[in-house]
């Protein structure tokens, strides 16, 4: 019933002639059913059909037309399914075949020879001194861990591991008959579209996850109460080390590669490290939307500067109403939208004077 | 999950639902009206019955029916008014009794799986064919299996006892009595190794020896099954459906064997129209040794049980939408507006008035007959007046392109009134809409006739007509379409199939320019101003070149006609062109007229009715596809 509401309220706000009405209306529907409906940051009675009638009302007519075009053919939704779908082939994907290839390199075998480097004792002992860390809850990984056959062992949800959890680990790994430290640390996350989170410099300084977790492992922290354990887990003098992403785009991996790369020459220090994603984003979708004037025009006419917070600051925002670091992202996570995506999508401030089609979650906690 | 569909119209393939409540819902129980005509001749049970169509025509629809799950969901809910009609025939086919037992038992199954895979292996032609009878063989005991197991919920495979006769059976390698488990365990075996043979990438040096005999048919016979120490009450249905996808010589073993065998069991196959040979498709029927059912046929011949059949499913379907709009029949307008059509009509009959004018104003023929119509128009509606005036100008193009003696005498108005029928009111009728642009495809009639007797087809147009209602009801307008909306939905849907055709239908480019030359045909025919051929051509018959060098239809195997054979079997396939059996000319010679679906009529504004059609050479036929 409030279903049929919202779509009744759609059609008189985009006036639609009755063939209008037959050729969207099943879209709407199928587009809510098959994915937008599962959003999790909607108000409770809310759902993607009352959504988009409320978020479309907030522009005048032909603005309407242009806003709505935007969400039918631009929009990129990402469920919770297929985030499950990424997590649960990230083994296969990425993190095997780097397991593989450290394997053939060490037994000096040749790399297509994978049954034969499978079923070594190089390849079980690799695979069982790989660290897995989640840098947030995003990483799934308890999922992660179910679906590699990987053991509980060698997994943790953040990289803020006690002294408690690290002589834990390092007591199961003695008990696998390998003793010593871990040689391998795999960090997990969702999605990056900047990569600022992870590595940025702020006050002169490198700062960010990814910088932290470096300066931790290496020592180059002692502030920290627990500054001793990651060096404590982790071998350094033969320390490789993988950042994976379920979702990222391509521009933000290659930022974070330089700014690592800056982190080892500042420091002197000495390790591999490889940085990937299973789900790229090209560039073509934030220049798509930079070409599409009206889109650009309508961002710039409804996001205001008050958008712009301490957060926001971190990042590029001369275009604020381009999103975070002007990354202008079509994107929407099923759990949140990210603040790299077009603010036209989220933004929903304080004084309620717009509201984003998929309201981020920052304006629901205040 | 819900059961309710937004345009239920728009749901395809219900044979496929995975709740039988869904399916029974959806499905029009008046069509098992067709075996209950075969049940009264005998040719219903312990007989081999084809049931054939085009795509979309029912078939799969009627073999659910007879499976476990659709039986018990009807005898648990005999007084439901949803299900209580399904029931009734059921009941009257003798598959369940007056108390909801269930006395049939129906064994499903798709030849679409693996079968074909077999022809590629590299063995012998006889090894193939075994392996293929074994296949079905394993088949059909694990699927009777399976069925009795669905049918006896307290039942499982240890408590049936299959006891054959050993001497019967003695070619097999199991002996008897044999339970329900070590027989599905034995039939699984033999599955596996053919598959083994199919899955291997080397030559297999360990196969199967295979089936000579589809020995599977006798062997799970009522009078052997036991469940609980008591023999089974049920009868056993073997179904097989979509044996068009078998290759064409296990499609021809496996009818060969059957027909040759001619054992009283039941078994139905059901088969898309393609799998015909040109002798079935374009030579005269012969006898046959087994039973048909051809649905498009049938629907032909009973066209009002369609019109039932259709007018049941329609309402079915719009009483399971979750909108508000209960109704199918309710919401189409038969007739147009003719208030809305007025200037028009007006300008139809003054145009009319015109052309009679230049036609007869020479003579005074047909005075009595021009001044008879002008009496009427007080007592008209202006569409009435502009039919009669048209019907007139018809009628006075056919005097005159008659090549006779005329004394010029003035026309009787009794001859005029004698030659002023229904048939002629339905040409003119459509002559005047096509020129004015008079919405003329509209009302429900029309709308089956649309169908080809094609069930998925009425559902095709019938989903968009719904969808329509739909979004009227939500902008909260008034529900019913026009004859205009109708019209303008129906072409839109006639013109979208006309372009996938393309990419639907193999031969499409030669096919499609052989359908747009015979439509072509068919409006040049149909719009003469004597309209010959009331209501108009939108079909043709082959007649045999009579240049000595074929007899009957054995220009069939000249490779000239090849491009024009491999057109027509494609049309024959996939519903592009409908086929009727007519009878005229000399000793009422039967003729197999070839008819345009009528969506393709519609496409090309021709009219719906079946009758008219031009004889053709197949050397003219071959011309419309270069």
């Known amino acids: ?366 | 999950m819900s059961t309710r569909y937004r345009n239920p119209f728009k749901i395809r393939a219900t044979e496929k639902l995975e709740s039988e409540h869904n399916f029974l819902r959806m499905f029009s129980p008046h069509i098992l009206g067709i075996l209950i005509e075969k049940n009264k001749i005998g040719k219903l049970w312990d007989n081999i019955l084809f049931i054939r169509s085009s795509p979309g025509g029912g078939k799969t629809s009627i073999l659910k029916v007879f499976e476990p799950g659709s039986l018990l969901t009807l005898s648990n809910n005999q007084s439901t008014p949803d299900f209580k009609e399904a029931f009734n025939y059921l009941k009257s086919l003798e598959a369940i009794d007056g108390s909801g037992n269930i006395l049939l038992s129906g064994v499903y199954m798709s030849c679409a799986r693996n079968y074909e895979v077999i022809e590629d292996l590299e063995i012998s032609e006889g090894q193939k064919k075994n392996l293929f009878f074994a296949l079905i063989n394993a088949r059909v005991i694990i699927s009777t299996l399976r069925s009795l197991i669905a049918l006896n919920s307290n039942v499982d495979l240890e408590k049936i006892i299959l006891n054959a006769s050993s001497f019967d059976f003695s070619f097999l390698d199991i002996s008897f009595p044999i339970n329900g488990a070590k027989l599905f365990g034995w039939a699984a075996n033999i599955e596996k190794s053919v598959f083994r043979a199919i899955d291997s990438f080397l030559p297999v040096t360990d196969l199967l020896q295979g089936h000579s005999e589809l020995f599977s048919f006798s062997l799970m016979q009522p009078s052997n099954i036991w469940i609980d120490s008591k023999p089974i009450t049920t009868n056993i249905l073997f179904m097989f459906d979509d044996t068009h996808k078998l290759s064409k010589s296990q499609r021809q073993s496996f009818i060969e064997y059957l027909t040759i065998k001619r054992a009283n069991h039941n078994i139905w196959i059901a088969e898309r129209l393609e799998a015909l040979d040109e002798e079935r498709n374009f030579g005269s029927y012969q006898n046959r040794d087994y039973d048909e059912i051809n649905l498009e046929e049938i629907w032909q011949s009973t066209s009002s049980k369609l019109k039932i059949i259709v007018a049941n499913i329609a309402e079915k379907r719009a009483l399971m939408s979750t909108e508000e709009v209960r109704s199918f029949q309710a919401y189409l307008e038969n007739n147009i507006k003719e208030a809305t059509y007025e200037e028009k009509l007006i300008r139809s009959y003054e145009q009319s008035l015109v052309n009679i004018e230049k036609l007869a104003g020479f003579n005074q023929k047909f005075s009595g007959w021009i001044n008879y119509v002008r009496e009427q128009k007080n007592q008209l509606t202006s569409l009435e007046f502009a039919v009669l005036n048209r019907q007139l100008e018809i009628l006075i193009h056919r005097n005159i392109g008659k090549s006779q003696l005329s004394l010029e005498f003035e026309l009787p108005i009794e001859e005029l009134k004698q030659k002023l029928d229904s048939e002629l009111g339905v040409t003119a009728l459509y002559f005047l809409s096509i020129e004015n642009k008079i919405p003329y495809y509209h009302g429900f009639d029309n709308l089956v006739k649309l169908s080809s007797y094609n069930i998925e087809q009425f559902l095709s147009f019938a989903g968009e007509l719904f969808e329509s209602m739909l979004s009227r009801k939500i902008s909260d307008k008034l529900i019913n379409l026009d004859a205009g909306d109708q019209e303008k939905i129906l072409k839109k849907i006639a013109d979208s199939k006309w372009k996938e055709q393309i990419r639907l239908i193999p031969y499409s480019e030669i096919t499609i320019k052989f359908l747009q030359n015979l439509a072509t045909f068919s409006q040049k025919e149909t719009n003469k101003p004597n309209a010959p051929y009331s209501p108009g051509v939108n079909g043709f018959a082959i007649k045999v070149p009579n240049n000595g060098l074929y007899e009957n239809e054995s220009w069939q195997e000249d490779p000239t006609y090849t491009s024009l054979m491999n057109v027509l079997k494609t049309c024959l396939a996939y519903n592009l062109l409908e086929k009727r059996t007519t009878k005229q000319g000399k000793e009422n010679q039967q003729w197999n007229v070839y008819y345009l679906n009528r969506w393709i009529c519609l496409r090309f504004n021709l009219p719906l009715s079946y009758g008219g059609f031009r004889h053709k050479y197949p050397m003219e036929l071959l011309k419309w596809i270069k």
């Not at chain 1, 279903?3 to 099943?26: D, H």
């Not at chain 1, 969702?190 to 996850?209: H, M």
């Not at chain 1, 798509?288 to 710039?300: A, G, H, I, P, Q």
């Not at chain 1, 006419?301 to 604020?320: L, Q, V, W």
């Open chain 1, 1 to 366: 019933m409030r279903t049929a509401l919202a779509e009744r309220l759609l059609i008189k706000v985009m006036n639609w002639s009755i063939e209008e009405v037959t050729i969207e209306r099943p879209l709407i529907q199928a587009m809510a059913k098959l994915k937008y409906d599962e959003y999790q940051q909607f108000s409770p009675g809310i759902r993607f059909t009352e959504s988009l009638a409320q978020w479309l009302s907030q522009f005048n007519e032909d603005e309407r037309k242009v806003a709505y075009n935007f969400i039918k053919s631009n929009l990129i939704f990402i469920s919770n399914q297929q985030i499950v779908h990424l997590v649960s082939i990230c083994f296969a994907e990425k993190i095997n075949p780097l397991l593989l290839a450290k394997a053939a390199k060490q037994k000096n075998e040749l790399p297509y020879r994978v049954r034969k480097i499978y079923n070594s004792k190089e390849y079980q002992e690799i695979k069982r001194r790989s660290l897995f860390l989640g840098i947030s809850d995003g990483a799934k990984i308890d999922l992660l861990r179910r679906t590699s056959g990987i053991s509980n062992e060698q997994v943790f949800s953040s990289y803020y591991i006690s002294s408690e959890k690290k002589d834990d680990l390092l007591r199961e790994l003695q008990k696998d008959e390998y003793p010593g430290k871990f040689n391998s640390v795999y960090l997990i996350d969702d999605f990056t579209g900047s990569g600022l989170s992870y590595a940025r410099i702020e006050d002169g300084k490198q700062t960010g996850k990814v910088i932290k977790f470096l300066n931790l492992v290496f020592d180059l922290d002692p502030t920290t109460r627990d500054s001793l354990v990651l060096p404590e887990l982790l071998n350094k003098e033969n320390l490789d080390f993988h950042i994976i992403f379920y979702v990222a785009r391509k521009a933000s991996v290659e930022y974070l590669q330089e700014q690592i790369e800056n982190w080892r020459i500042t420091n002197h220090i000495q390790f591999n490290f490889t940085i990937d994603a299973i789900q790229f984003i090209g560039e073509n979708f934030k220049e798509e939307m930079l070409t599409n004037s009206n889109l650009v025009s309508l961002s710039k006419s409804y996001i205001k500067k008050a958008i712009i917070d301490r957060h926001f600051i971190k990042g590029k925002h001369e275009r604020y109403y381009l999103g975070f670091d002007e990354c202008a992202l079509p994107l929407i996570l099923h759990h949140n939208t990210p603040n790299n995506a077009l603010p036209l999508l989220w933004w929903y401030p304080e004084d309620e004077t717009f509201r984003g089609l998929f309201p981020r979650i920052t304006r629901h906690r205040e």
